[in-house]
C-alpha cells in the first residue's frame, strides 16, 4: 500500500473534464479505513488539495454519500449520522436507535467525546432536547454506555430478571417500562440470554412477542433494537438492510449507513445471516435495489 500513488490516482480520476468514477470506486474499496485516513493526508500534502472538497465537488447523490461515508473514520461518521438524526425537522429515531444499541461500551464513549468535541454540546443534550418520555430514558441509558460487559451470569439473578420482567409486562395490567430497561440496557450479554431463555419459560412466549405486545412506536422499536444485538447483531443488521430495501423505495440513509460503518466488521456475519433469513443473498438484493455507481461501491462494500 502506497499512500502517495493512492493519492495521485484519485486526483488523476478527478481531474480535467468528466470524473473516472469506476477508478475511485476501485481505489477506495480496496483500501481499509485507516489507509484512507493515510491517503486523506497525503493528498492533501503533496497534492495541496483537499480530497474530501474534491470528491464532493465531483460526486452527487447517493454515491457521495456512500464515498464521503467511506473517507470518514469510524467513530466521526456515527457522530455525523447522530447529529444528522437528532438536528432539523423531525428526527430519524431509526438511526438513534440503530446506532445506540449495537455499539459497545467502548464505541460509545468515544461518540460521547467526539460529539462534545465536534458540536460543542453533549450527545445527551441534544437526546434531551429532541426525544421524550420513555424513549428519550431508554436512548439516555444507551447512549451512558454503561452496559456490564463481563461474562458472569448469575443464574439465580436471571430467574430473578426474567420474573421481573414478566410482572413488569405480561402480568400486570399497564406496563411498567423502567424495569424493561434497568434490566436490558445494562445487564451483560451473557446474562441476557439466560434471562431470555428463563423468560420463556415464565411467560411461554418468547420476550421479543412481549415487547411487541405490551410496547408500541419508538420504544417498542429501541427495546427490540436491545433484544436483537444482544442474540445476534449481524441478524440485526440484515434485517436493517432488508427492511431499507424491501417494498417501495429505498431507505437509502439506513442502507448506506449499514453497508459503510460494518463494511469491515461484521459484513460477511451481516451477508451469511442475511441469507439464511430471507433466503436470497444482500448482494442479489442490493443489485436489484439500487443502480449506476451507488449500486457499484455498495456491491464492492459488500463483497462476493
Not at 54 to 63: H, Q, R
Not at 201 to 226: F, Q, R
Request: with cysteine.
Amino acid at each position: 500500500f502506497s499512500a502517495e500513488q493512492e493519492a495521485q490516482a484519485l486526483r488523476k480520476a478527478m481531474k480535467g473534464f468528466g470524473t473516472d468514477e469506476d477508478a475511485i470506486i476501485e481505489i477506495l474499496t480496496k483500501l481499509n479505513v485507516s489507509q484512507r485516513q493515510q491517503v486523506l493526508i497525503t493528498y492533501k500534502s503533496s497534492i495541496g488539495r483537499d480530497l474530501i472538497d474534491d470528491l464532493k465537488s465531483e460526486l452527487s447523490g447517493n454515491f457521495e454519500r456512500v464515498i464521503i461515508g467511506m473517507m470518514t473514520p469510524t467513530t466521526m461518521y456515527d457522530v455525523h449520522e447522530l447529529r444528522r438524526a437528532l438536528k432539523g425537522a423531525g428526527t430519524d429515531e431509526g438511526c438513534l436507535i440503530e446506532i445506540l444499541a449495537s455499539r459497545t461500551n467502548e464505541e460509545i464513549r468515544r461518540i460521547n467525546e467526539n460529539y462534545k468535541l465536534q458540536y460543542g454540546r453533549t450527545l445527551e443534550e441534544d437526546i434531551v432536547s429532541d426525544t421524550s418520555s420513555m424513549f428519550r430514558r431508554i436512548l439516555v441509558s444507551l447512549a451512558t454506555g454503561n452496559r456490564d460487559e463481563g461474562m458472569y451470569v448469575d443464574d439465580a439473578l436471571a430467574q430473578q430478571d426474567a420474573q421481573c420482567l414478566y410482572e413488569a409486562g405480561e402480568k400486570k395490567w399497564g406496563t411498567d417500562e423502567v424495569q424493561f430497561m434497568a434490566i436490558l440496557c445494562t445487564r451483560n450479554r451473557c446474562h441476557l440470554l439466560r434471562v431470555f431463555d428463563a423468560y420463556r419459560g415464565i411467560a411461554d412466549k418468547d420476550i421479543t412477542d412481549s415487547i411487541k405486545s405490551e410496547m408500541s412506536g419508538d420504544l417498542e422499536d429501541a427495546l427490540l433494537a436491545v433484544v436483537k444485538c444482544v442474540r445476534n447483531k449481524p441478524a440485526y443488521f440484515a434485517e436493517r438492510l432488508y427492511k431499507s430495501m424491501k417494498g417501495l423505495g429505498t431507505d437509502d440513509n439506513t442502507l448506506i449507513r449499514v453497508m459503510v460503518s460494518r463494511s469491515e466488521i461484521d459484513m460477511l456475519d451481516i451477508r451469511r445471516e442475511f441469507l439464511t433469513m430471507y433466503g436470497k443473498s444482500l448482494y442479489s438484493f442490493i443489485k436489484g435495489d439500487c443502480s449506476g455507481d451507488y449500486r457499484k461501491v455498495l456491491l464492492r462494500l459488500c463483497g462476493g
